[in-house]
């Protein structure tokens, strides 16, 4: 595709639920990030893949955060027992090459538990 | 603690008129990186600066890189409504491979 997708657009869920959000990075791109957005705040790193390395995790704020990314492609972030302060905008990125350079973003799930 | 700090945190101004954002950084950088968002969706980059450039130019924004005071400048000249967004810097340090970004600066454009 001509840029990274997200889906889905929007979701919304109850506290406790579990939630999958998928992104699809630039065909090519080899390293990936994950970030969150809360509300008129900037974004906080989550994750970083690249490659067949070892995904750099240090960002993920609890162990209800996981993420996978099969094939060096398309990438799932789930969230296991969702609470409110969860709610956020969670955006994906790719790059060409890793380290400082420009960051190709997705539209980004919108993420709402109630 | 944030990598980059935007400054100021909200800008309003009038159309034709110029906006300046700063964006300040605590550790040495390889690259320094300006993006916009609009109404909290997907970031666009806009520019990317090195750290041995000083300025950088595309269309209507001017970028600056001053690496002894660790900051940079995006000026928008001219601006019009649709720059409303806001605005975020980014940057990696050292051989970090994650570039973290600002809170950024949420510019408002009055016709």
């Known amino acids: 595709g001509a840029g990274v997708s997200q889906s889905p657009s929007n979701k919304v869920t109850e506290k406790g639920k579990d939630v999958e959000l998928r992104c699809d990075p630039i065909?090519?791109?080899?390293?990936l990030y994950w970030y969150r957005q809360s509300l008129g705040q900037g974004l906080e790193f989550l994750i970083y893949?690249?490659?067949?390395?070892?995904?750099?995790k240090s960002g993920l704020p609890s162990d209800r955060f996981s993420a996978e990314r099969t094939g060096g492609s398309v990438s799932t972030l789930t969230i296991q027992r969702t609470q409110q302060e969860d709610s956020a905008v969670y955006l994906c990125?790719?790059?060409?090459?890793?380290?400082?350079?420009?960051?190709?973003f997705g539209p980004g799930t919108r993420l709402t538990v109630l | 603690s944030q990598q980059g700090e935007e400054d100021p945190q909200a800008l309003s101004i009038q159309e034709g008129e110029n906006a300046t954002m700063n964006c300040s950084y605590k550790?040495?950088?390889?690259?320094l990186q300006w993006y916009r968002q609009n109404s909290g969706r997907g970031l666009v980059h806009l520019i990317l600066?090195?750290?041995?450039?000083r300025e950088k130019h595309s269309g209507r924004l001017r970028v600056t890189l001053d690496t002894s005071k660790k900051s940079s400048s995006l000026l928008i000249t001219a601006s019009r409504a649709a720059d409303t967004a806001s605005y975020f810097c980014?940057?990696?340090?050292?051989?970090?491979?994650?570039?973290?970004f600002g809170r950024g600066t949420s510019l408002i454009v009055h016709p």
């Open positions: 980014a940057s990696a340090s050292g051989g970090s491979y994650i570039p973290t």
């Open positions: 990125a790719s790059t060409g090459q890793g380290a400082g350079d420009t960051q190709y």
């Open positions: 065909s090519g791109h080899t390293a």
């Open positions: 600066i090195r750290s041995n450039e």
């Open positions: 893949f690249q490659g067949n390395s070892a995904p750099d």
């Open positions: 550790t040495s950088i390889n690259n």
